[in-house]
C-alpha cells in the first residue's frame, strides 16, 4: 500500500495516494528553506505578522473543507474536526496578534557599565514531524510562532494525512509566505535523518510516541540540534470526592473518548476515592452501553466514529486482551468491529494489575481506565506512578485539598477541577518520558529562538 495516502478508516477504502519525496526533492526543499529564510527574516515583524494573520483568516473561510480533509483522512467526527480547524485558527491568530510583543528586545541590569538588552532571533530552517491525530492543530501550534519570529519550516506530516498536509501549505502560501518559507515533505524515516544531519536545519520538533522520541532526539543531539519533544502521556485524573458524581463520570468519559480516545493528555487513568468509585463506575458503564458505530462524515447520537486506521484499533484491542488475560475485567465496550473497518467500542476496564503492561503502557484509543484508592497520599502515589509526565488533573469539591495533590503531581501540565485547561496562551508540554520544550503560549516562540545577548558598552 502507498505510503502517503487518503484511506478512509470507516471503511478501509483506499482514496488517494502521493508519491514519496525523492532524494532530489529533499535537496531542493533544504535549498528552497534556506533561501526563504535569507529573505523572511529580513521582513519586519509587522509583515511576518500580516502573513500569519491572514492565514489564521484563511483557516476559517476555508473551515467546512478543512474540516471534511480531516475526518475522511483520520477518521474524526465533523464536528469535532470543525472545533480542530477554530483551534488551530486561533494559535495562529494569537501569534499574529500577540506575537509581535512576545519577541520584543527585553533590556536587563547589567553590573558591566553600558546597556545589555535579550534579543530573540531566528535560527533558520526547522523539521516538524507530525502526528495524525490533529493534523491541524500539532501544525499551528509549530508553524505559527516559528514563521512569526523568522524561521522557516520543512513539515513531514503523517502518512495517512497527506491531503490536509499540502492544504496547509497551499493555505501559508496563499497568505502571502514566500515560497519555500512553509514546505510539506512526503519524507522516508532516512530522509528525516538527512534533513536533521543537514547544517540547513537548526531545529526539529517532533509530536510522536516514545520510541520515536528517541530517534530523533539521538539524531538532534548527536548534530547537536536543538529539539522539542511531545511524546503522549498517560494522565492522571483524580476524584477525590464530589457532590455531583455523574458531572465529573460525565466529564472524564467525554475528554476520555474525544477523538476516540487519540489525545496526548487524555485523562488515560481515572484514580477515584473508593466512597464514590462504585458510582462513578456505573455511570461510566451507562454512557459506554449501547453505542454504535457511525459515518464519521455524518454522525448521529449514540454513536462513535472510528479510530485512525484498523491497525490502531487492532493494537488497542490487543492491549485490552492483555489486560484481561492478565485480571483485568471490560465492564462495558471493548468489541474491535469485523471488517476493514477502524471501528473500537469506547470501553470502561477497572481491576487492571500493577503488574501488567496495561498499567504502564499508554492506550492510545477510547479506553476509560480506573483504579479505587481509599487516601490521599494513594491517589498521589498511584498518579505519579508512572514514566510519563504530560498532564494531570484533581477534582474535589474542596478545592485546597485538591489543590494540595496537583500541586505534586510529577506532569508538565497540572490542572484543578478542570482536566486539561487548552488555549493558544497556555504552554503545552511533559516532563520525565514525555519529553521536553513547551509549545504555544509566551514560552513557545522562544524554543527555537537565538536569545541573544546584545551589549553596548558606555
Given at each position: 500500500?502507498?505510503?502517503?495516502?487518503?484511506?478512509?478508516?470507516?471503511?478501509?477504502?483506499?482514496?488517494?495516494?502521493?508519491?514519496?519525496?525523492?532524494?532530489?526533492?529533499?535537496?531542493?526543499?533544504?535549498?528552497?528553506?534556506?533561501?526563504?529564510?535569507?529573505?523572511?527574516?529580513?521582513?519586519?515583524?509587522?509583515?511576518?505578522?500580516?502573513?500569519?494573520?491572514?492565514?489564521?483568516?484563511?483557516?476559517?473561510?476555508?473551515?467546512?473543507?478543512?474540516?471534511?480533509?480531516?475526518?475522511?483522512?483520520?477518521?474524526?467526527?465533523?464536528?469535532?474536526?470543525?472545533?480542530?480547524?477554530?483551534?488551530?485558527?486561533?494559535?495562529?491568530?494569537?501569534?499574529?496578534?500577540?506575537?509581535?510583543?512576545?519577541?520584543?528586545?527585553?533590556?536587563?541590569?547589567?553590573?558591566?557599565?553600558?546597556?545589555?538588552?535579550?534579543?530573540?532571533?531566528?535560527?533558520?530552517?526547522?523539521?516538524?514531524?507530525?502526528?495524525?491525530?490533529?493534523?491541524?492543530?500539532?501544525?499551528?501550534?509549530?508553524?505559527?510562532?516559528?514563521?512569526?519570529?523568522?524561521?522557516?519550516?520543512?513539515?513531514?506530516?503523517?502518512?495517512?494525512?497527506?491531503?490536509?498536509?499540502?492544504?496547509?501549505?497551499?493555505?501559508?502560501?496563499?497568505?502571502?509566505?514566500?515560497?519555500?518559507?512553509?514546505?510539506?515533505?512526503?519524507?522516508?524515516?532516512?530522509?528525516?535523518?538527512?534533513?536533521?544531519?543537514?547544517?540547513?536545519?537548526?531545529?526539529?520538533?517532533?509530536?510522536?510516541?516514545?520510541?520515536?522520541?528517541?530517534?530523533?532526539?539521538?539524531?538532534?543531539?548527536?548534530?547537536?540540534?536543538?529539539a522539542v519533544l511531545e511524546l503522549g502521556g498517560i494522565d492522571p485524573m483524580v476524584v477525590l470526592d464530589s457532590s455531583d458524581v455523574a458531572a465529573v463520570a460525565k466529564a472524564a468519559w467525554d475528554f476520555r473518548t474525544y477523538n476516540v480516545g487519540q489525545v496526548c493528555n487524555s485523562n488515560?487513568?481515572?484514580?477515584?476515592?473508593?466512597?464514590?468509585?462504585?458510582?462513578?463506575?456505573?455511570?461510566?458503564?451507562?454512557?459506554?452501553?449501547?453505542?454504535?458505530?457511525?459515518?464519521?462524515?455524518?454522525?448521529?447520537?449514540?454513536?462513535?466514529?472510528?479510530?485512525?486506521?484498523?491497525?490502531?484499533?487492532?493494537?488497542?484491542?490487543?492491549?485490552?486482551?492483555?489486560?484481561?488475560?492478565?485480571?483485568?475485567?471490560?465492564?462495558?465496550?471493548?468489541?474491535?468491529?469485523?471488517?476493514?473497518?477502524?471501528?473500537?467500542?469506547?470501553?470502561?476496564?477497572?481491576?487492571?494489575?500493577?503488574?501488567?503492561?496495561?498499567?504502564?503502557?499508554?492506550?492510545?484509543?477510547?479506553?476509560?481506565?480506573?483504579?479505587?484508592?481509599?487516601?490521599?497520599?494513594?491517589?498521589?502515589?498511584?498518579?505519579?506512578?508512572?514514566?510519563?509526565?504530560?498532564?494531570?488533573?484533581?477534582?474535589?469539591?474542596?478545592?485546597?485539598?485538591?489543590?494540595?495533590?496537583?500541586?505534586?503531581?510529577?506532569?508538565?501540565?497540572?490542572?484543578?477541577?478542570?482536566?486539561?485547561?487548552?488555549?493558544?496562551?497556555?504552554?503545552?508540554?511533559?516532563?520525565?518520558?514525555?519529553?521536553?520544550?513547551?509549545?504555544?503560549?509566551?514560552?513557545?516562540?522562544?524554543?527555537?529562538?537565538?536569545?541573544?545577548?546584545?551589549?553596548?558598552?558606555?
Amino acid at each position: 500500500m502507498a505510503k502517503y495516502r487518503v484511506q478512509n478508516p470507516a471503511t478501509g477504502e483506499l482514496i488517494e495516494s502521493f508519491d514519496p519525496a525523492t532524494d532530489q526533492q529533499i535537496e531542493e526543499s533544504l535549498a528552497a528553506a534556506e533561501s526563504a529564510y535569507r529573505g523572511w527574516r529580513e521582513r519586519s515583524v509587522q509583515e511576518r505578522a500580516a502573513v500569519i494573520k491572514r492565514a489564521a483568516e484563511i483557516f476559517e473561510e476555508r473551515k467546512d473543507e478543512l474540516a471534511k480533509l480531516i475526518s475522511l483522512e483520520m477518521g474524526k467526527t465533523y464536528a469535532e474536526s470543525v472545533d480542530e480547524v477554530e483551534f488551530a485558527a486561533s494559535i495562529i491568530d494569537y501569534y499574529a496578534v500577540h506575537g509581535p510583543s512576545l519577541i520584543t528586545d527585553r533590556e536587563i541590569p547589567s553590573t558591566v557599565p553600558g546597556k545589555a538588552v535579550i534579543e530573540q532571533l531566528p535560527i533558520g530552517a526547522l523539521l516538524g514531524v507530525m502526528p495524525w491525530n490533529f493534523p491541524y492543530y500539532q501544525v499551528a501550534r509549530f508553524a505559527a510562532p516559528n514563521l512569526l519570529l523568522g524561521n522557516t519550516i520543512i513539515l513531514k506530516h503523517a502518512d495517512i494525512c497527506a491531503r490536509s498536509a499540502l492544504t496547509v501549505q497551499e493555505i501559508f502560501e496563499q497568505a502571502g509566505a514566500p515560497v519555500g518559507a512553509y514546505q510539506n515533505s512526503f519524507a522516508s524515516h532516512d530522509q528525516i535523518a538527512t534533513m536533521i544531519a543537514d547544517p540547513r536545519v537548526q531545529g526539529v520538533s517532533l509530536t510522536g510516541s516514545e520510541r520515536a522520541g528517541a530517534i530523533i532526539g539521538a539524531q538532534a543531539g548527536t548534530h547537536l540540534k536543538k529539539a522539542v519533544l511531545e511524546l503522549g502521556g498517560i494522565d492522571p485524573m483524580v476524584v477525590l470526592d464530589s457532590s455531583d458524581v455523574a458531572a465529573v463520570a460525565k466529564a472524564a468519559w467525554d475528554f476520555r473518548t474525544y477523538n476516540v480516545g487519540q489525545v496526548c493528555n487524555s485523562n488515560k487513568r481515572l484514580i477515584v476515592m473508593e466512597d464514590i468509585y462504585d458510582e462513578f463506575v456505573a455511570e461510566l458503564v451507562k454512557l459506554a452501553t449501547g453505542l454504535t458505530p457511525g459515518d464519521q462524515l455524518n454522525m448521529e447520537e449514540g454513536q462513535y466514529a472510528p479510530m485512525s486506521s484498523r491497525a490502531a484499533a487492532e493494537t488497542v484491542d490487543a492491549q485490552v486482551r492483555q489486560a484481561v488475560s492478565e485480571g483485568a475485567r471490560v465492564l462495558a465496550g471493548g468489541v474491535l468491529s469485523e471488517g476493514p473497518g477502524a471501528y473500537y467500542a469506547p470501553t470502561v476496564l477497572v481491576d487492571v494489575p500493577v503488574d501488567g503492561p496495561a498499567y504502564r503502557e499508554e492506550i492510545f484509543g477510547p479506553v476509560a481506565t480506573v483504579y479505587k484508592v481509599s487516601s490521599d497520599a494513594e491517589a498521589l502515589a498511584l498518579a505519579n506512578d508512572c514514566a510519563l509526565g504530560l498532564g494531570g488533573s484533581v477534582f474535589s469539591d474542596d478545592e485546597a485539598r485538591a489543590a494540595a495533590i496537583a500541586s505534586k503531581l510529577e506532569v508538565g501540565m497540572a490542572h484543578v477541577n478542570t482536566i486539561a485547561a487548552e488555549s493558544a496562551e497556555l504552554p503545552f508540554g511533559g516532563v520525565k518520558r514525555s519529553g521536553f520544550g513547551r509549545e504555544m503560549g509566551p514560552i513557545g516562540i522562544g524554543e527555537f529562538a537565538n536569545q541573544r545577548l546584545y551589549f553596548v558598552a558606555k
